[in-house]
């Protein structure tokens, strides 16, 4: 079993920043990538950012330049630092990884979630 737990999020003003971070713990024998996904109220889940095993990373278009994804592979720790924040950045925030709990299988996993509430 693997389990994802993600920590910071919460109230910001419009412009200023925040910090996410996800742990993964349980049977891990590799990490392929962890993600950072957002639901906003009435929207599907989009993929914020990805990083992979590698440092690859890829951004949704509306928060490159402002949010910065990055990885600690020795804590299986990845980290959000979200700044310039908008008021359309209000989400909930999910972690997500595609991790092998064995050799030459893998499975997709989630996070519970964090609130990220952008307001003035």
């Known amino acids: 079993q693997v389990h994802l737990v993600e920590s910071g999020g919460g109230l910001v003003q419009p412009g200023g920043s925040l910090s996410l971070s996800c742990a993964a713990s349980?049977?891990?024998?590799?990490?392929?990538?962890m993600n950072w996904y957002r639901q906003a109220p009435g929207k599907e889940r989009e993929l914020v950012a990805r990083?992979?095993?590698?440092?690859?990373?890829n951004y949704a278009d509306s928060v490159k330049g402002r949010f910065t994804i990055s990885r600690d592979n020795s804590e299986n720790t990845v980290y959000l630092q979200m700044n310039g924040l908008k008021h359309e950045d209000t989400a909930v925030y999910y972690c997500?990884?595609?991790?092998?709990?064995?050799?030459?299988?893998?499975?997709?996993?989630w996070g519970q979630g964090t609130q990220v509430t952008v307001s003035s």
């Open positions: 997500n990884a595609q991790i092998y709990y064995i050799i030459n299988r893998w499975a997709d996993y």
């Open positions: 349980g049977n891990i024998f590799a990490i392929i990538a």
């Open positions: 990083i992979t095993s590698g440092g690859s990373t």
